[in-house]
């Protein structure tokens, strides 16, 4: 079945960066449109960032746009989101998941991992 393990948060200072990974398996990986999403305290899960089934193209949330890099490794079924110039406001837990279609925001599924906390101070 469909397994997503996100790692690589943590505490950052504003102004950071944090580099977050999430092994997949259970399904075709390098067939899959990937995507981050996040979720902050008290909030709903948003969308924060989206790669093409080869990894050509990109889409982000404009809260992270010139901030955040998706990226993925077909070979390892990994994707990740290194996130640069990093704001008390990026605080939430992040979690990846696929994505039903490229250009799309919606999740394949009903199956989320267990994300990973990101805390950035001020």
């Known amino acids: 079945q469909v397994q997503l393990v996100e790692s690589g948060g943590g505490m950052v200072q504003a102004g950071g960066s944090s580099r977050l990974s999430c092994a997949a398996s259970?399904?075709?990986?390098?067939?899959?449109?990937m995507g981050w999403f996040r979720q902050a305290p008290g909030k709903e899960r948003d969308f924060v960032a989206a790669?093409?089934?080869?990894?050509?193209?990109?889409y982000y949330a404009d809260a992270v746009k010139g901030r955040f890099t998706i990226s993925r490794d077909n070979a390892q079924n990994t994707v990740y989101l290194q996130m640069n110039g990093l704001k008390p406001e990026d605080t939430a837990i992040y979690s990846c998941?696929?994505?039903?279609?490229?250009?799309?925001?919606?999740?394949?599924?009903?199956?989320w991992g267990q994300g990973t906390q990101v805390t950035v101070s001020s």
């Open positions: 790669i093409s089934m080869n990894g050509a193209a990109t």
């Open positions: 998941n696929r994505i039903s279609s490229y250009g799309s925001r919606k999740v394949m599924g009903d199956y």
């Open positions: 259970g399904f075709t990986f390098g067939g899959t449109v």
